[in-house]
T-cell receptor, first 115, second 113 residues
Framework: EAGVAQSPRYKIIEKRQSVAFWCNPI?????LYWYQQILGQGPKLLIQ????????DSQLPKDRFSAERLKGVDSTLKIQPAKLEDSAVYLC?????????????FGPGTRLTVL | AQSVTQLGSHVSVSEGALVLLRCNYS??????LFWYVQYPNQGLQLLLK????ATLVKGINGFEAEFKKSETSFHLTKPSAHMSDAAEYFC???????????WGAGTKLIIKP
């Protein structure tokens, strides 16, 4: 079974530029999460999707961050415009629809550096 | 609100020595508890989890953890450290309402030869 795919793996941009990250969860996983992990900290949930609907986006800075999961499969997270403090690893995770629904499976992450 | 505290941002042990990584949580309801491991430049991988039943949980790579409700702890142990165990370890807690995870800050495990 293929794991959670993310791209790109690394991205370097100037502040005020835009950037987008892509995630393809494990096939059949209905729930998808985006996390921000700043160096030296645990992951912070940005947004949770159930199929193509948003379950929780209370910690998403909506003035600059947006995310979508239009067909309930893959998802895109965008930052526009980026700030220096957005430098972090952005992790995508998904959970199965049945069985171990409490277990999140993570992709390798996208490391963003904002200069 | 739930919270997770991991004692020690860095833990250093000699190869072959006991590994003990500490995790304490606060939760108003019976929690689900998790340990994840993160190797350099990789995503997080589930080591083990406690949901219900036996309080001593065995995971991958020889790790185990014990849920102690009275101490609100879920410490991770391994009898004998190996060089390949060098990584960052995260403790997390959730309730069963939405399975959202509240994460600790992580503990970097350093293995000395």
């Amino acid at each position: 079974e293929a794991g959670v795919a993310q791209s790109p793996r690394y991205k370097i941009i100037e502040k005020r530029q835009s950037v987008a990250f892509w995630c393809n969860p494990i096939s059949g996983h209905a729930t998808l999460y985006w996390y921000q992990q700043i160096l030296g900290q645990g992951p912070k949930l940005l947004i949770q999707f159930q199929n193509n609907g948003v379950v929780d986006d209370s910690q998403l800075p909506k003035d600059r961050f947006s995310a979508e999961r239009l067909k309930g499969v893959d998802s895109t997270l965008k930052i526009q415009p980026a700030k220096l403090e957005d430098s972090a690893v952005y992790l995508c995770a998904s959970t199965p629809t049945s069985g171990s629904t409490d277990t999140q499976y993570f992709g390798p992450g996208t490391r963003l550096t904002v200069l | 609100a739930q919270s997770v505290t991991q004692l020690g941002s860095h833990v250093s042990v000699s190869e072959g020595a006991l590994v003990l990584l500490r995790c304490n949580y606060s939760s108003s309801v019976p929690p689900y508890l998790f340990w994840y491991v993160q190797y350099p430049n990789q995503g997080l991988q589930l080591l083990l989890k406690y949901t219900t039943g036996a309080t001593l949980v065995k995971g991958i790579n020889g790790f185990e953890a014990e849920f102690k409700k009275s101490e609100t702890s879920f410490h991770l142990t391994k009898p004998s450290a190996h060089m390949s165990d060098a990584a960052e370890y995260f403790c997390a807690v959730s309730d069963d309402s939405n399975y959202q995870l509240i994460w600790g800050a992580g503990t970097k495990l350093i293995i000395k030869p």
